[in-house]
């Protein structure tokens, strides 16, 4: 009962500072596109893209063995970690230097080679920024997490549109990572006052981080791959203002993902990994709470979807008009994405991240194979409908892994998945009905 509720009040804390978060970013997203051009939104998609890439890639599990580590609340293992950050952040940093100028080259955008290292500053802020909002993670101190939490995306959204209103250029959007990122910088160290950091190598503890971020450092990399090649290649194939539109786009169809992403990282992963219950207790504790999450999910992807042409006219000018048909493929995505991130969680929970890397790599591989196909079969649509079906493939590692652990949910999931497809076909149903036609009449096919 203990059990049910901490996931009870941690979920609440959760969901309710995770709403307003994404209220706050909504609003300033259409503030935004009131000030500035679409283009602006695509070179930042490309921007976005190679910093959450050089993140990635070079992730060796840092927060990730905070949170598992049963000596990470000793100073000497959090300041190796917080030490160890800081070196891989200055070093990316300097990446971003190198690579701008070949980067503006590749992508015809010559903004990049300026935005891209004053972008990068922001790494260097990430790693001066106190590993407390982990360490509180680890001791489950929601609700003074979720505060800061929400109390920095305010401080960053306000500094964006401050900077747009001053400067309507690609400088506001650049500009306000940074503020944001010191912002969040300098108020880390009041989240958890008893935490102090100071240059620091322990070999013991670094050996420990490195051993356990071996399988993180590889999937990270994957993960990479998977989840941002499409804008890479989209990048690319699309005008930047339809790549712009299409960053706005992803912007709508994730917050639900993120959501269920944030109660997954904040609640589930340490609750399994800490958990001392056999996997078939800890899966009946867990199988009713996933199911109502689950079906929450499809009622609320289903519904967005079904009225997406309508959300995006109200939202939006006629600029970003092309968002209307790219949202509803986006949901879908972004179900078959939940559902891994959520199985992902549990499996990186039972320490076996194997499967995630691996369940990336087909995600990857499909994506390069589908994008160039669907892009030349059925243009644009094509393309995106490729990165629903890979996050489809996905799954079927993981499912393998939970399988293998004893741990599955995949009728639950089947289930779940059914639910969402039939609720998307009853409102479609439902508007045609009432003289709207269907949504899905504005995807196009070339």
Same mark, same amino acid.
């Given at each position: 009962?203990?059990?049910?509720?901490?996931?009870?009040?941690?979920?609440?804390?959760?969901?309710?500072?995770?709403?307003?978060?994404?209220?706050?970013?909504?609003?300033?997203?259409?503030?935004?596109?009131?000030?500035?051009?679409?283009?602006?939104?695509?070179?930042?998609?490309?921007?976005?893209?190679?910093?959450?890439?050089?993140?990635?890639?070079?992730?060796?599990?840092?927060?990730?063995?905070?949170?598992?580590?049963?000596?990470?609340?000793?100073?000497?293992?959090?300041?190796?970690?917080?030490?160890?950050?800081?070196?891989?952040?200055?070093?990316?940093?300097?990446?971003?230097?190198?690579?701008?100028?070949?980067?503006?080259?590749?992508?015809?955008?010559?903004?990049?080679?300026?935005?891209?290292?004053?972008?990068?500053?922001?790494?260097?802020?990430?790693?001066?920024?106190?590993?407390?909002?982990?360490?509180?993670?680890?001791?489950?101190?929601?609700?003074?997490?979720?505060?800061?939490?929400?109390?920095?995306?305010?401080?960053?959204?306000?500094?964006?549109?401050?900077?747009?209103?001053?400067?309507?250029?690609?400088?506001?959007?650049?500009?306000?990572?940074?503020?944001?990122?010191?912002?969040?910088?300098?108020?880390?160290?009041?989240?958890?006052?008893?935490?102090?950091?100071?240059?620091?190598?322990?070999?013991?503890?670094?050996?420990?981080?490195?051993?356990?971020?071996?399988?993180?450092?590889? &999937? !990270?990399?994957? /993960?990479?791959? +998977?989840?941002?090649?499409?804008? *890479?290649? $989209? @990048?690319? #194939?699309?005008?930047? =203002? %339809?790549?712009?539109?299409?960053?706005?786009?992803?912007?709508?169809?994730?917050?639900?993902?993120?959501?269920?992403?944030?109660?997954?990282?904040?609640?589930?992963?340490?609750?399994?990994?800490?958990?001392?219950?056999?996997? &078939? !207790?800890?899966? /009946?504790?867990? +199988?009713?709470?996933?199911?109502? *999450?689950? $079906? @929450?999910? #499809?009622?609320?992807? =289903? %519904?967005?979807?079904?009225?997406?042409?309508?959300?995006?006219?109200?939202?939006?000018?006629?600029?970003?008009?092309?968002?209307?048909?790219?949202?509803?493929?986006?949901?879908?995505?972004?179900?078959?994405?939940?559902?891994?991130?959520?199985?992902?969680?549990?499996?990186?929970?039972?320490?076996?991240?194997?499967?995630? @890397?691996? #369940?990336?790599?087909?995600?990857?591989?499909?994506?390069?194979?589908?994008?160039?196909?669907?892009?030349?079969?059925?243009?644009?649509?094509?393309?995106?409908?490729?990165?629903?079906?890979?996050?489809?493939?996905?799954?079927?590692?993981?499912?393998?892994?939970?399988?293998?652990?004893?741990?599955?949910?995949?009728?639950?999931?089947?289930?779940?998945?059914?639910?969402?497809?039939?609720?998307?076909?009853?409102?479609?149903?439902?508007?045609?009905?009432?003289?709207?036609?269907?949504?899905?009449?504005?995807?196009?096919?070339?």
């Amino acid at each position: 009962m203990d059990f049910i509720k901490l996931i009870v009040r941690a979920g609440s804390w959760t969901i309710a500072a995770f709403g307003m978060r994404q209220a706050l970013r909504l609003g300033t997203n259409i503030v935004l596109t009131r000030l500035l051009a679409p283009e602006l939104f695509g070179i930042m998609v490309v921007v976005n893209t190679f910093r959450t890439g050089v993140t990635l890639i070079s992730d060796v599990g840092i927060g990730q063995s905070l949170v598992v580590n049963k000596n990470a609340d000793t100073p000497e293992f959090y300041d190796t970690a917080w030490t160890i950050n800081l070196i891989r952040c200055v070093l990316l940093w300097l990446v971003c230097v190198a690579i701008a100028q070949p980067l503006a080259s590749y992508y015809r955008i010559d903004a990049l080679s300026l935005i891209f290292p004053i972008g990068g500053l922001t790494f260097v802020l990430v790693g001066l920024t106190s590993l407390a909002p982990t360490l509180a993670q680890r001791r489950m101190l929601y609700k003074r997490l979720n505060v800061f939490n929400l109390v920095m995306d305010l401080v960053g959204y306000a500094g964006t549109i401050l900077l747009a209103l001053l400067s309507p250029t690609i400088w506001a959007l650049a500009l306000g990572l940074v503020l944001a990122s010191g912002t969040r910088m300098i108020a880390s160290y009041w989240l958890l006052p008893s935490v102090r950091h100071h240059l620091r190598l322990s070999i013991r503890y670094l050996r420990q981080i490195i051993s356990f971020g071996k399988w993180i450092f590889f &999937s !990270s990399i994957v /993960s990479f791959l +998977a989840m941002n090649f499409d804008r *890479l290649y $989209l @990048a690319k #194939a699309f005008p930047l =203002s %339809l790549l712009g539109v299409y960053g706005v786009s992803r912007s709508l169809a994730e917050p639900v993902g993120q959501l269920v992403g944030q109660l997954i990282h904040v609640i589930v992963f340490p609750l399994v990994a800490s958990s001392r219950a056999s996997p &078939s !207790s800890l899966r /009946s504790t867990l +199988a009713p709470i996933r199911l109502m *999450l689950l $079906l @929450a999910v #499809a009622a609320g992807l =289903s %519904l967005i979807a079904a009225g997406a042409d309508i959300i995006v006219g109200v939202l939006f000018d006629s600029r970003y008009n092309d968002a209307a048909w790219m949202l509803p493929i986006l949901l879908v995505a972004a179900w078959f994405a939940i559902l891994c991130d959520l199985n992902d969680a549990t499996l990186m929970g039972l320490g076996r991240p194997s499967y995630g @890397a691996v #369940a990336n790599c087909l995600k990857f591989g499909s994506l390069l194979i589908g994008l160039p196909l669907g892009f030349a079969a059925y243009g644009p649509a094509g393309a995106i409908a490729a990165v629903a079906a890979g996050d489809a493939i996905r799954y079927i590692p993981i499912l393998v892994g939970q399988l293998r652990a004893g741990f599955t949910f995949g009728t639950q999931d089947l289930a779940a998945t059914i639910a969402f497809f039939g609720l998307v076909a009853f409102w479609e149903w439902l508007r045609w009905l009432l003289g709207y036609g269907l949504s899905v009449g504005a995807i196009p096919t070339t």
